[in-house]
T-cell receptor, first 113, second 115 residues
Framework: DGGITQSPKYLFRKEGQNVTLSCEQN?????MYWYRQDPGQGLRLIYY???????QKGDIAEGYSVSREKKESFPLTVTSAQKNPTAFYLC????????????FGQGTRLTVV | AQSVTQLGSHVSVSEGALVLLRCNYS??????LFWYVQYPNQGLQLLLK??????LVKGINGFEAEFKKSETSFHLTKPSAHMSDAAEYFC?????????????FGTGTRLTIIP
């Protein structure tokens, strides 16, 4: 089945550690996105990529990094510089045109302990 | 820059009653608009989208939305609420930006269905 796979579903991190969230898609989509979701704040864009080996900062990129070495994969690293990393992280992909929707993974809930 | 505003972070309706979730957008160019639904601890699922083909858009699960340019609105409706409609709903907007077609979301509306 085609879709977007995020792993792990739950992740616990100690303060000061970097952690990488996985996102893989087999929909042959050019564009991929990372969003952060906090209660009452909706979804905020962290990074997005329209093509392999290229990505742009979203609205809240500080403390995060990404790579796009393969069309299918767009991992997100939450670094120790992110002051409040506890959140629900959603990865999405799409055809990259303005009239097309984004397809979402099931999310990763990150908790800093 | 484009944005959407969802009026009402929480909406409660009785089972069988009309569902109305409000969304207003701000955009200097013709927008593309989307409604998504999210069930607890899951990703978002597309309900419907407006891409200028028709102002009244029908989606899944009996939902529909009407694009009103004069009111800059794209409200989501369903004639008769069902218990399974309880979820969080997000309105989103996207405009053409020469290769940077970001999707911007509202803050969401949590819909509760009263038996």
């Amino acid at each position: 089945d085609g879709g977007i796979t995020q792993s792990p579903k739950y992740l616990f991190r100690k303060e000061g550690q970097n952690v990488t969230l996985s996102c893989e898609q087999n929909l042959n989509h050019d564009a991929m996105y990372w969003y952060r979701q906090d209660p009452g704040q909706g979804l905020r864009l962290i990074y997005y990529s329209q093509i392999v080996n290229d990505f742009q900062k979203g609205d809240i990129a500080e403390g995060y990094s990404v790579s796009r070495e393969k069309k299918e994969s767009f991992p997100l690293t939450v670094t120790s510089a992110q002051k409040n990393p506890t959140a629900f992280y959603l990865c999405a992909s799409g055809q990259g045109r303005e009239d097309t929707e984004a397809f979402f993974g099931q999310g990763t809930r990150l908790t800093v302990v | 820059a484009q944005s959407v505003t969802q009026l009402g972070s929480h909406v409660s309706v009785s089972e069988g009653a009309l569902v109305l979730l409000r969304c207003n957008y701000s955009s200097s160019v013709p927008p593309y608009l989307f409604w998504y639904v999210q069930y607890p601890n899951q990703g978002l699922q597309l309900l419907l989208k407006y891409t200028s083909a028709a102002t009244l858009v029908k989606g899944i699960n009996g939902f529909e939305a009407e694009f009103k340019k004069s009111e800059t609105s794209f409200h989501l409706t369903k004639p008769s609420a069902h218990m399974s409609d309880a979820a969080e709903y997000f309105c989103a907007v996207r405009v053409s930006n020469f290769g940077n077609e970001k999707l911007t979301f509202g803050t969401g509306t949590r819909l509760t269905i009263i038996p």
